[in-house]
């Protein structure tokens, strides 16, 4: 997996040195509670750990700061899971969260920019977002990145969702 820049960010493979940010980021509320259907928060360093192997094998990114490194939070790029009864090919989804003390600076949009950039780049033609109706900050991360808003649909995460894409 490459590491990605920007003008303020490096994203990078997740590694086990960065349990303690991971769960200090989902053992917050206000993080995950629009993650996936039945959102919960992290509680043990175990399950960090466990969960950034899984990281490590899936196309998900730190986020972290060029310069002093600083962590900010998770950027993943991945086949997205359809709704039971739903078929078709593999539809490539980019999604977000990060750390509070990281919101409102531009730094969703940016590395997200970056990760679609180098996802064009590759060949890929195509990424969509899916937001909960009510994730309206994260509505307007898909918009600044020049993603369209398709309405809304069942057929991911058996649930309802705001769909975004864009195309090469
Ligand atoms: C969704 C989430 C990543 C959005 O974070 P964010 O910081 O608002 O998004 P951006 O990176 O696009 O930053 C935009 C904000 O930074 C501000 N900003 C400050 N400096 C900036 C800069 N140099 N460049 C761009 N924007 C800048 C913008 O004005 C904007 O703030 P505003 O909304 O108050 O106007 C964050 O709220 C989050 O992690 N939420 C919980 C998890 C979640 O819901 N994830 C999405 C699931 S679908």
Redesign the pocket.
Known sequence: MRTITSDRLLLRPWQDDDADFLLDLESRW??????GPHPVTMSTRDQALASIARRKAAGIWLITAVGDGRRL?NLLLKPIPLSAGEAGPDEVEI????H?D?????????AAAAVMADAFDRGLPRII????PE?H??Q??CR?LGMTHLGRTTRYYDTTKELFEKTL
């Open positions: 206000e993080v995950v509670r629009f993650l939070g999604g977000w969260h990060l509070p990281a919101w409102g600076h531009g730094y969703a949009t940016e977002a899916v937001t909960m994730n900050v994260s307007a991360v600044r």
